[in-house]
């Protein structure tokens, strides 16, 4: 038995807006009626079992008063050690799985069901499909598999576009990397922008091009203008095309673009997520996902840590799905000299000034003294720059006008440049690459 509350019609982007919220509805009252008894949300499904009658009718002017949980929070599940041995089945007797991502040290971790990652992958599918990668393609894909990593998903969700699939792990050794993606005659590159760095690096260091691909789609990660531009000059041509998908480890797959999206821009899967965008202070939104076919650790208001605002023009393709466009991370703050700190000022130094993810490792420490400090280890060619280094630390102090009273007394100290070497390039459990780090 399939306990989904997703409609058996795939393709229903093209019914009318109407339509759509319609359906989404109906799911989300069969998710209130599958979860309101769960132990792992059924105390935030006390705010709509307190309320009037729910009825798939009403449910989309209720569904905010259930309290919004960030990644964390969901993470925290986990933690409940007292969670009964009921949640671990269910009525469609599938296997259970882990599934882990996330670019912080500690991957993050989810309960699924077997049958929840297929069908997810069937949607993610969809994204790889709609991205361009089709039957005729050669497609390699990149990344050693981290701590209960599941690479697995990536390789379901292209099986649904015909095509076929070259599983690179090993990204030590660039050279024999680029080797076999010649001698496999690959056409597509899947990837983790960070990935591509050390491919990049090593075919600028012998004055090579990696000619004849068609495609590059990335995930996990953004691949910002600066970054895309150095691609272009070693990989494809000028007919290369760049796509992405948008998904996170906890909430699934989220979105996909057809030919019609900007780099930013992405439909959104409705039949698997409904999504809200909540105005913050600031007056930013921030996405907030349900998705709608989670049972084992239901996924319910949850934060992504993505700012967003909705497309209103039609898009070109006719498809009348949502359609977001991502305006960033939201913005981590952590404390340097006992004064808060945006994360964002340092994170975003190898885009402001166009390096890669093996050009620069930014770090927090304390010194033998005590003080906090900000260190910045620089490729060798790149720290012989010295207006290189005197840039980057205006951009920070002058983002940063309480840390530099902070370093001018003496409290915090100054922003230190040293050399980059390979043991100081760090890789998360997951397997992506870490360009910042508090190692407090």
Not at 72 to 81: A, C, F, R, T
Not at 163 to 168: A, D, F, G, S
Not at 180 to 186: E, P, Y
Not at 381 to 398: E, F
Request: with cysteine.
């Amino acid at each position: 038995m399939n306990n989904s509350s997703l409609p058996l019609k795939r393709e229903f982007d093209f019914l009318s807006k109407q339509e759509i919220h319609n359906r989404q509805a109906v799911a989300l009252f069969k998710v209130f009626q599958r979860c309101k008894d769960h132990p792992l949300v059924s105390e935030r499904l006390n705010a709509l079992n307190s309320a009037v009658k729910i009825t798939p009718s009403n449910i989309l002017e209720h569904w905010e008063n259930i309290k919004t949980i960030d990644s964390v929070g969901h993470q925290n599940y986990l933690k409940n050690e007292d969670l009964p041995p009921e949640i671990y089945f269910s009525d469609h007797l599938s296997s259970i799985t882990i599934s882990s991502g996330g670019s912080r040290d500690i991957p993050k971790v989810t309960l699924l069901s077997f049958d929840e990652i297929s069908r997810n992958s069937e949607f993610h599918g969809k994204g790889y499909s709609l991205a361009g990668i089709t039957y005729t393609d050669r497609v390699a894909t990149f990344g050693l598999p981290g701590i209960l990593s599941s690479e697995f998903t990536v390789y379901l969700a292209l099986k649904e576009t015909g095509c076929r699939i070259y599983p690179i792990g090993e990204m030590s050794n660039p050279e024999c990397l680029v080797t076999w993606i010649r001698k496999l005659n690959a056409n597509v590159l899947l990837v983790m922008p960070s990935d591509l760095f050390p491919i990049i690096e090593y075919l600028q260091s012998t004055k090579q091009r990696l000619d004849g691909i068609r495609l590059i789609v990335t995930g996990g990660e953004a691949l910002s203008e600066s970054q895309k531009r150095l691609t272009q000059q070693y990989i494809g041509n000028e007919f290369t095309l760049y796509r992405s998908t948008f998904q996170t480890s906890d909430c699934g797959t989220i979105g996909y673009q057809c030919e019609h999206c900007s780099d930013s821009e992405y439909h959104v899967h409705e039949e698997l997520q409904y999504i809200e965008l909540i105005k913050e202070s600031s007056g930013k939104s921030i996405l907030v996902t349900t998705n709608l076919d989670r049972t084992l650790m239901p996924l319910i208001r949850v934060k992504t840590g993505d700012y967003a605002e909705e497309v209103i023009e039609p898009c070109a393709c006719g498809r009348n799905s949502r359609r977001i466009r991502l305006n960033g991370r939201v913005e981590k703050e952590l404390k340097i000299g006992g004064e808060k700190f945006l994360t964002e000022i340092l994170t975003l130094i190898p885009e402001y000034f166009n390096l890669t993810a093996s050009d620069i490792a930014i770090r927090i420490i304390k010194t033998d003294s005590g003080k906090d400090q900000i260190l910045i280890r620089l490729r060798e060619s790149l720290l012989a720059s010295n207006s290189l280094q005197d840039k980057i630390s205006s951009h920070v102090l002058g983002r940063a006008l309480k840390l530099k009273q902070q370093m001018q007394e003496k409290v915090v100290a100054p922003i230190e440049f040293t050399s980059l070497h390979a043991n100081h390039i760090f890789k998360a459990e997951t397997g992506k690459m870490l360009v910042f780090r508090d190692l407090r």
